[in-house]
T-cell receptor, first 119, second 111 residues
Framework: GAVVSQHPSWVICKSGTSVKIECRSLDFQATTMFWYRQFPKQSLMLMATSNEGSKATYEQGVEKDKFLINHASLTLSTLTVTSAHPEDSSFYIC???????????????FGDGTRLSIL | EDQVTQSPEALRLQEGESSSLNCSYTVSGLRGLFWYRQDPGKGPEFLFTLYSAGEEKEKERLKATLTKKESFLHITAPKPEDSATYLCAVQVNSGYSTLTFGKGTMLLVSP
């Protein structure tokens, strides 16, 4: 149980392109989803917390207009990297939690990540 | 500021050579400590959650323990398939369920 699917697994595109990444919880309802960014040999850095039906909460230093997050249903959250540039190249990982933000000690279950390369 | 420090950064073991990974944390109020395993190019895979000092959990060759300042992941008689990066993360007492991750320990088990 607790499977999270992330798509696509890798993307290569030209600078200036917008890229959408999907994160789905396959066998549970995810009231909260999280988006992380990971650089080589570094740990996961939280970008934003996404609650179903409300606006995402972004971490300090993460541009809201650059990284658009939509959590329209209990099983789907999307991250759109708008007008991507080479410095946006990274490994993006989503996770989902079965409980809402005030009941927090259930584990987060992670997707397999999206490798984004901007040329 | 919540901090999580993992050591060592990298560890190389021979198959069957038991060892421990360390996760030290400084937080305002611990709600839970989580261990994950991450294979190259993959997302983290959940292993354990520990909630209070003195708690222990086991899964196959892995055993996680927790004190008020640190957690250990003990690996008994490791096999090559245990090679991965092991991540520790903490969740604090607040209205949010966000995790703060350490940088991980990269484990390589040689046959």
């Amino acid at each position: 149980g607790a499977v999270v699917s992330q798509h696509p697994s890798w993307v290569i595109c030209k600078s200036g392109t917008s890229v959408k990444i999907e994160c789905r919880s396959l066998d549970f309802q995810a009231t909260t989803m999280f988006w992380y960014r990971q650089f080589p040999k570094q740990s996961l850095m939280l970008m934003a917390t996404s609650n179903e039906g409300s606006k995402a909460t972004y971490e300090q230093g993460v541009e809201k207009d650059k990284f658009l997050i939509n959590h329209a249903s209990l099983t789907l959250s999307t991250l759109t990297v708008t007008s991507a540039h080479p410095e946006d190249s990274s490994f993006y990982i989503c996770s989902a939690s079965q409980q809402g933000r005030r009941v927090g000690n259930q584990p987060q279950h992670f997707g397999d990540g999206t490798r984004l390369s901007i040329l | 500021e919540d901090q999580v420090t993992q050591s060592p950064e990298a560890l190389r073991l021979q198959e069957g050579e038991s060892s421990s990974l360390n996760c030290s944390y400084t937080v305002s109020g611990l709600r839970g400590l989580f261990w994950y395993r991450q294979d190259p190019g993959k997302g983290p895979e959940f292993l354990f959650t520990l909630y209070s000092a003195g708690e222990e959990k086991e899964k196959e060759r892995l055993k996680a323990t927790l004190t008020k300042k640190e957690s250990f992941l003990h690996i008994t008689a490791p096999k090559p398939e245990d090679s991965a990066t092991y991540l520790c993360a903490v969740q604090v007492n607040s209205g949010y369920s966000t995790l703060t991750f350490g940088k991980g320990t990269m484990l390589l088990v040689s046959p």
